[in-house]
């Protein structure tokens, strides 16, 4: 069962992945991203910041759509991490039981505009979110889960 889908440019990181895993309840942590499964370095850091307790898999986002949909992450409590709104829409289009996404930090960059504190969207970037939405999903904006839920077409 995917219990959030979170959008973090950082990926795994610290706080925010010992706070979100707590608070979801989440017992694997699946990393869906095209470069990580072939960086070490990357793997590496991202199996440091991971809390003890909970199984870390990371997979390619094809891959990871795949094991979705074969059932395999069933039997899981299922927090699933991209780096990018794009990664989200890739992963939601080819599983579509995806019916929440969290954006918690996408950094600015040329031609983004900033939406709140820690998300800087392109304006594909936007389409593909309202996308989602017209299809039903609910896409918030959190940090951390203390923070106030915003949701995303309140803030466009």
Aim: proline content about 4%.
């Amino acid at each position: 069962m995917i219990t959030l889908l979170r959008v973090d440019h950082r990926l795994l990181h610290g706080q925010v992945a010992f706070s979100w895993t707590q608070y979801i309840g989440a017992d694997c942590i699946l990393i869906a991203n095209d470069s990580v499964p072939n960086d070490e370095l990357r793997k590496t850091t991202i199996k440091l910041a991971k809390p003890p307790s909970v199984k870390l898999v990371i997979k390619t986002i094809a891959d990871a759509a795949e094991a979705l949909k074969s059932g395999v992450t069933d039997k899981y409590r299922l927090f699933i991490v991209v780096e990018s709104v794009r990664d989200a829409w890739r992963l939601a289009k080819a599983f579509p039981d995806i019916t929440s996404i969290n954006l918690g930090g996408v950094k600015a960059r040329e031609g983004s505009r900033t939406i709140s504190k820690a998300i800087n969207l392109l304006p594909e970037e936007i389409a593909q979110l309202n996308e989602l939405i017209q299809a039903g999903t609910e896409v918030e904006i959190r940090q951390v889960p203390n923070d106030r839920k915003m949701l995303f077409n309140e803030c466009v």
